[in-house]
């Protein structure tokens, strides 16, 4: 239960020479929820877009199941990452294909399923986040919201082992925003997945976080880590109690 | 229990799930999933549950058992809830309360929204019915483009007029990406065009010791018609297309819809720049392309044909007048004309996606170079009424 699934070791991230974060070490482990927070462009999305392949690190290793992803071949990292599934900020639906297509080309990809089989798949995916009867329907022709959930039945197509969440939360109503983390711990429950989590959202980081790290924007690295509740209440650094606590330092 | 190997190299296993009934006390019968229930492995399928099925008595309890369950993945979940819907429509219920408790969960989290509303919309629709809808969107893509001539046309008023501001910038940015940019491509392609012309030319007036001939033909055929039109589906496959292409991504990214927003008309903010700049840089690029023609006939005839340069520089000057130029140069004018509005209105009605995008842009090289011709057809008619 607590073995590292996702390891950080010594991470620099940098667009050429600009360096947004420096010597990041943590570990994720099973079926944590884990958090990326900080203030904004202090470097969240870039951690989780190292964290999922997409950038490599310009120091230091991440390690999924013990497998750095930027020293064995495309083809490793490949299989790898395809255990791993990931939500975008906007959904990141190909506009092109319909709901249902959308879930149905990892399958067909990477499963030798029948089209049937897919499609019942495809079917049962979008009606685990609530979208049950809209597999016709084409991404321009549905809310902000429902392109969310579909982006996550999309990154659930293949059962994976790490579910990836870019701000999940950003661009929901409060309730619809509660209704996503219900979701995230419900998926965490019976899928048994580890989650990883950037946001800002205070309600969701307390709600859903059991580990986290803390990156700030200024010194560019990171300041604190752990159970955000722990944080709260034991952390003593001041920016991460006024990040916390929205700018207001207890009495 | 459910592994097995096979295969020649011994290293693929197949897996393997299984179906099996037993009965329970008192008077129930539980199904019992054995071995690894997975994408890959070979699964028992809802057919050949529901046949199992079919030899228990419709009034005895039936219950899902896992305990030989070795590994379960979403298949499993689609498994047990098609079968508990067939068995509902039976009038028999399923007992799913011995499953794994992920199981579990995943069914009641699918089966909690039913989103009875949402009707699946039939997309093939009959023959008739299709015939008849490419027959209005034909009419009404005819009717679409009139406006969109009608809207530009009122817009570029708009700026004359002083009630919309002229974008200087983006018009000197847009010709520069028409214009200049566009040079080497034009060059290339028009000598090319100078020598291939030359050569058909050649051939013929070889026959008549009237090589000299070579020239007229080649300052005559470039400034009249082929400086014009090769320089327009140059401009057409390069800047209409960019045209349609840059519009169109702004339209599926909402940019359009924010402009609108700040109460900026887009067709003057947008389309107005846009047909101004390539309207000045087609007659320009077509003056070069005359020119460069021109070099591309004098390369074949002084260094294949045994002419001199200065035979051949006098020749052509003598052959064509200022009319021959003007004419091309209208074409030309009419040419960019003709690009920039296919480009813009293909880009302007461009569908939200990404596949939407693709096919603005490549109906916008269609369009303009179907206009291309037909309008250099009327235009040669027409010339040749009013006796230039």
């Given amino acids: ?251 | 229990m459910g592994d097995e190997s096979v295969g020649p190299a011994g290293d693929r296993v197949v897996r393997v799930a299984e179906l099996a009934l037993t009965p329970f006390a008192p008077g129930g019968i539980s199904l019992r999933l054995r071995g690894r229930w997975t994408r890959e492995a070979r699964r028992p399928s809802l057919d050949e549950a529901l046949e199992i099925l079919a030899a228990v008595p419709r009034a005895m309890p039936v219950r899902l058992e896992a305990g030989a369950l070795e590994a379960w993945d979403s298949t499993l979940v689609v498994f047990v809830r098609d079968l508990q819907r067939r068995l509902r429509t039976q009038g028999r219920e399923l007992d799913v309360g011995a499953l794994p408790e992920g199981v579990r969960r995943l069914l009641s989290l699918a089966n909690e929204t039913e989103n009875a509303g949402v009707a699946k919309r039939n997309r093939r629709a009959g023959w008739l019915t299709r015939i008849g809808e490419q027959a209005i969107a034909f009419w009404n893509a005819a009717a679409d483009m009139l406006d969109f001539v009608g809207e530009t046309l009122l817009a570029i008023f708009s700026i004359l007029a002083r009630r919309n501001p002229m974008r200087w910038r983006e018009l000197a940015y847009q010709f520069l990406r028409a214009g200049p940019s566009a040079l080497p491509i034009v060059s290339l392609i028009s000598v090319l065009i100078g020598l291939v012309l030359a050569f058909v030319g050649a051939v013929q007036l070889r026959h008549f010791g009237a090589e000299i001939y070579i020239a007229d033909l080649v300052a005559l055929g470039m400034s009249r018609e082929m400086g014009a039109m090769m320089t327009a589906i140059i401009v057409a496959g390069r800047t209409g297309a960019s045209f349609a292409a840059e519009l169109g991504s702004m339209q599926a990214n909402e940019e359009i819809d924010a402009i609108r927003t700040f109460g900026i008309d887009p067709m003057s903010f947008l389309v107005a720049p846009r047909v101004l700049a390539l309207s000045l840089a087609m007659p320009l690029l077509t003056l070069y392309s005359d020119l460069l023609g021109m070099i591309g006939g004098a390369l074949v005839s002084c260094g294949m044909m045994g002419l001199s340069f200065p035979e051949y520089y006098n020749e052509s000057v003598a052959s064509v007048d200022l009319v021959d130029f003007a004419v091309g140069l209208l074409k030309g004018s009419v040419f960019g004309v003709l690009i920039a509005l296919a480009g813009c209105l293909r880009g302007m009605h461009s569908g939200r996606n990404s596949a939407a995008v693709g096919e603005a842009t490549t109906s916008a090289v269609v369009t303009s170079i179907v206009a291309i011709v037909v309008a250099d057809s009327i235009l040669t008619v027409l010339y040749d009424a009013l006796g230039w």
């Fill in chain 1, 1 to 251: 239960m607590t073995e590292a699934h996702i390891q950080v070791r010594d991470l620099t991230m940098a667009y050429g020479d600009f360096v947004i974060q420096h010597d990041l070490s943590f570990d994720v482990r099973r079926r944590d929820i884990f958090i990326i927070m900080g203030g904004s462009g202090c470097g969240k999305s870039t951690l989780l877009r190292h964290l999922v392949g997409l950038k490599s690190p310009a120091r230091g290793c991440v390690a999924i199941d013990g497998v750095d992803l930027w020293h064995v071949s495309q083809a490793e990292r490949d299989a790898v990452l395809r255990r791993t599934g990931m939500l975008f900020q906007s959904g990141a639906l190909w506009s092109a294909m319909t709901l249902a297509e959308n879930i149905a080309l990892p399958l067909e990809r990477y499963t030798s399923l029948s089209a049937a089989e897919i499609r019942d798949l495809a079917s049962l995916k979008l009606a685990l986040v609530g979208l049950a009867g809209f597999e016709d329907y084409y991404p321009s022709e549905i809310s902000g919201g429902m392109k969310k959930r579909a982006g996550l039945a999309r990154a659930i197509a293949l059962d994976p082992e790490i579910l990836f969440f870019d701000e999940p939360s950003a661009g929901l109503d409060p309730i619809s925003a509660k209704l996503l983390d219900d979701l995230i711990l419900e998926l965490r429950d019976s899928l048994g997945a580890t989650i990883v989590v950037v946001t800002h959202e205070l309600a969701s980081i307390f709600a859903i976080g059991n580990n986290s790290v803390f990156l700030d924007a200024e010194s560019r690295t990171m300041i604190a880590g752990g159970d955000p509740n722990e944080l709260l209440a034991h952390c003593d650094d001041e920016r991460v109690q006024r990040f916390l606590r929205r700018g207001e330092l207890p009495a």
